[in-house]
């Protein structure tokens, strides 16, 4: 695993940006697994601005999404279709039809699912994967104790989960309870993984996951078991873990 220590958010933002952009460089046709959350707006803006200035072509990349609420359509402001549209697809020159997240409002769970990992492996899997890191150590909506062998899948989001998103929404009650989700198992056939990391809240948990045991009761843990792995933090967020890059 290689490790870049960035000293705050923009820095962070910026060296994500940096990787994401040599992807899109060496391969101008791959496939970028994309994520929703906070933590990747920084850099979804700086791989924007690099855009306006001419330096990258998003017209023969694809994208897929970690995952989605179920139930929500994707014209609803909470939705993480329309939060990428927003953040990133709206302003660059990505074809939306080669833009992929999870239906949120097909009823069928298990058509959903099953209907998503064959997007995935149409398009010859994902060849870099941007991740953020829940603090209870979920990656996409891979709670703890979630089976790695697992591809796409309906999950019940936790009490945790729905009170971190409820900032989002009017109030908890308005948040999904469930939602279409990469499994583990999809996350680690990635040809490379990033996982972006920002903040002291976070310090706690990227040491389990990248020192501790191996246990599905801290998702990301199994993230040691990858060949290509890229973690990108903060000096907050790493501290405790690599103090010395």
Same mark, same amino acid.
């Given at each position: ?31 970028? !697994?994309?994520? $929703?959350?906070? $933590? ?12 306006? @200035? ?44 080669? $833009? ?23 398009? !010859? ?23 790695? =062998? ?10 945790? $989960? ?13 948040? &999904? ?5 990469? !499994? ?17 809240? @976070?310090?706690?948990?990227? @040491? @389990?996951?990248?020192? =501790? &045991? ?18 990108? =933090? ?12």
């Amino acid at each position: 695993m290689r490790v870049y220590c960035a000293s705050d958010y923009y820095h962070v933002s910026r060296v994500a940006a940096n990787i994401i952009s040599a992807q899109v460089i060496m391969k101008p046709d791959c496939v970028l !697994g994309l994520a $929703t959350g906070s $933590t990747p707006i920084g850099t979804y803006e700086q791989l924007i601005r690099w855009y306006e @200035k001419g330096d990258l072509d998003f017209s023969q990349v694809h994208s897929i999404n970690l995952d989605e609420y179920r139930g929500l359509s994707p014209e609803n402001e909470q939705s993480y279709r329309y939060f990428m549209n927003h953040h990133l697809f709206d302003s660059i020159n990505i074809d939306k039809k080669n $833009t992929f997240v999870p239906n949120g409002m097909e009823e069928d769970r298990e058509k959903a699912c099953r209907d998503y990992d064959e997007i995935i492996r149409a398009h !010859g899997g994902v060849d870099m994967q941007i991740l953020g890191l829940g603090h209870n150590g979920h990656i996409g909506f891979n709670e703890p104790g979630s089976a790695f =062998g697992k591809e796409t899948h309906c999950v019940k989001l936790t009490e945790s $989960t729905i009170s971190a998103n409820a900032r989002f929404f009017a109030s908890a009650d308005d948040v &999904p309870k469930e939602a279409y989700t990469m !499994g583990i198992k999809s996350i680690m056939q990635a040809k490379k993984i990033v996982v972006i990391v920002s903040g002291e809240s @976070k310090r706690e948990i990227v @040491k @389990k996951a990248f020192t =501790g &045991p191996i246990t599905p009761e801290v998702p990301a843990s199994v993230l040691q078991l990858h060949n290509d792995v890229i973690l990108v =933090g903060d000096e907050a967020a790493l501290a405790d873990t690599f103090q010395n890059h």
